[in-house]
């Protein structure tokens, strides 16, 4: 289980990096967008999201190594059953 949320993350930075591409490439030349925007990045929340991930990715790292595959197994399913929830409710 371990393994597996270290291969997600290092899965994720890939797409990550190519959907913000994308959002400040396609997002070029729109005037309707704030003053410190990059395309359709606005570059304070890049700063403040990165600085925080950083913080965070290496806590959860620590947490999800110190737990026992089985806990960290059950945590995911309450995470997922809870965006689960909040999806299903959100469109009623």
């Not at 070029?28 to 967008?33: D, P, T």
């Not at 929340?45 to 913080?55: E, K, N």
Request: aromatic content about 10%; charged content about 10%; hydrophobic content about 55%.
């Amino acid at each position: 289980m371990q393994e597996a949320v270290a291969t997600s993350a290092a899965c994720g930075f890939p797409i990550a990096v190519a959907g913000a591409v994308t959002n400040a490439l396609m997002g070029q030349g729109n005037a309707n967008l704030d003053e410190w925007s990059l395309g359709y990045i606005y570059l304070p929340a890049l700063v403040g999201i990165s600085l925080t991930s950083y913080g965070f990715a290496k806590f959860g790292a620590k947490l999800a190594h110190s737990m026992s595959p089985t806990m960290l197994r059950r945590a995911f399913s309450v995470f997922l059953l809870l965006v689960a929830g909040k999806f299903i409710l959100s469109n009623i």
